[in-house]
């Protein structure tokens, strides 16, 4: 028997990983689900086993993200679906190339998914949020995003938007009855990794998380409401004073003159 819905949650790169765990975890706390990816097959096998499961509604919406039709596609989707009270922007993909042998046709392309459908389809969701007063946007970024010389450079800076766009967000929203979370795992077990040349089998298994763990972790961080979320992070004090020190340097940036250690004999 069903119980009551807890809204719609729409995810993208639910057909897989970190996403289908999303899909399986939100369908159990009652949500009804909008699931997004480009495998229609991946996607049907997983509707149809969480609406087994669960008896919860849910509804395909095959798209890439990439192709401007199917990305203004899901944008409408976010606009105009009254029921979706919860998006999970975790379409992605990830480059291990060293940047000088990395093809700059992936890494725009790369860009385009990471940042450019994750900023739009929260700029179609936020507003119908506000309106609501309530409302939760949910961005998969990276450890990668704070430690840039791990991996990919443009990749690094892909997750580095993501996280830098979420704190504005919470910023901005949060007054408003919005909640706003960036997830930043580590090396997770995802095929993620094979698709980029390095399957999580060849890292250390000390290092790799599963994304059943991962995603249990970052709604628990959801639940405790956290705005950034660092599921492999064994000492959450260790975040706390990143962030003071990254807030308290930001009161010196102000100043009319340049520093002292700029000006004098270099003229």
């Not at 369908?27 to 919860?56: F, H, M």
């Not at 919860?86 to 042998?101: E, F, M």
């Not at 890292?203 to 709604?219: K, Q, T, Y």
């Not at 409401?225 to 990143?242: A, H, I, K, N, Y």
Request: net charge negative.
């Amino acid at each position: 028997m069903n119980t009551p819905s807890n809204g719609t949650a729409l995810i993208t790169g639910a057909s897989r990983g970190i996403g289908a765990v999303y899909a399986d975890r939100l369908a159990k706390r009652g949500y009804d689900l909008i699931l997004t990816a480009r495998g229609e097959t991946p996607l049907e096998e997983l509707a149809t086993r969480l609406r087994r499961e669960t008896g919860r509604s849910v509804t395909l919406l095959p798209a890439n993200l990439n192709d401007e039709a199917d990305l203004a596609k899901v944008e409408a989707t976010l606009r105009n679906d009254s029921s979706i009270s919860l998006l999970v922007n975790n379409a992605g993909t990830l480059s291990i190339a060293p940047l000088l042998s990395a093809d700059v046709d992936e890494m725009e392309d790369m860009i385009a998914l990471n940042v450019t459908a994750l900023t739009r389809l929260t700029y179609a969701a936020a507003p119908a949020f506000v309106a609501r007063g309530a409302g939760t946007i949910v961005n998969i970024a990276s450890t990668v995003g704070i430690f840039p010389e791990t991996l990919n450079g443009v990749y690094g800076a892909t997750k580095a938007y993501v996280i830098a766009f979420t704190q504005s967000l919470q910023h901005e929203l949060a007054d408003k009855g919005v909640r706003i979370q960036a997830v930043l795992p580590a090396a997770t077990a995802t095929d993620l990794w094979a698709l980029a040349g390095l399957p999580y089998q060849d890292l250390p298994p000390s290092i790799v998380m599963s994304a059943e763990n991962m995603v249990d972790a970052a709604l628990a961080g959801l639940d405790q409401g956290e705005v950034v979320t660092l599921p492999s992070l064994q000492d959450g004090d260790e975040w706390t004073r990143f962030e003071a020190a990254r807030r308290a340097i930001a009161t010196h940036f102000g100043n009319s003159v340049p520093a002292p250690r700029y000006t004098g004999t270099f003229r």
